[in-house]
């Protein structure tokens, strides 16, 4: 078995932020009962990606589930994650899954992030789309809303070739940008 090595202080922040050292097994979902009515963001990624997280950890207020692929070789990686993790009111837990074989298991890094989900709704990210602004509120807004609660919500996704943000808090703005190829 690997281990994540870290010194007295490391380990006071790990246990803080809720890193769990996964090894490749069959993981189990939790229970659903009586969850509180939120969402958590989940996303899986390669460690080589982990600086995409940046604009995820910013735009989204909720909850986040991260899986997170790498080596002992580049653990190291994960001090910035574990100071940018500190900044936040919302829990982050972050598994990592440690590299086995020469393929990225796609389907285990998802169910290993969506294991730790404890609210009533989850948003599966792609670690290359970042939320809008506000989004978080405006989807657990709409959760509360009866006849939604149980729906499965579809979020649009725009593509654009800047990583600044682009302000899409209305449709207008969305249609702004469209026109202005800043999105596509």
């Known amino acids: 078995h690997k281990r994540l090595r870290v010194d007295a202080a490391d380990a006071a922040r790990l246990d803080s932020v809720g890193i769990l050292c996964e090894k490749a097994a069959n993981p189990q979902p939790h229970a659903r009962a009586a969850l509180a009515l939120d969402i958590t963001a989940v996303l899986h990624l390669s460690v080589d990606r982990i600086s995409l997280l940046q604009g995820i950890l910013r735009a989204w207020q909720g909850p986040i589930s991260v899986a997170i692929y790498a080596s002992d070789d580049y653990l190291g990686k994960l001090d910035w994650l574990l100071d940018n993790i500190d900044d936040r009111t919302s ?17 285990f890094m998802r169910n290993v992030a969506l294991r730790a989900v404890q609210t009533s709704h989850a948003i599966m990210l792609d670690v290359d789309l970042v939320p809008s602004l506000g989004s978080y509120k405006a989807l657990l807004q709409l959760l509360r809303v009866p006849r939604y609660a149980a729906s499965a919500i579809i979020v649009p996704a ?18 702004h940008a469209w026109r202005a190829e800043q999105i596509r």
């Open 91 to 107: 829990p982050v837990a972050v598994h990592i899954v440690f590299v086995e074989g020469p393929f990225y298991p796609v389907n």
């Open 158 to 175: 725009f593509e654009t070739d800047s990583y600044s943000t682009i302000k899409l808090d209305e449709k207008e703005d969305a249609v």
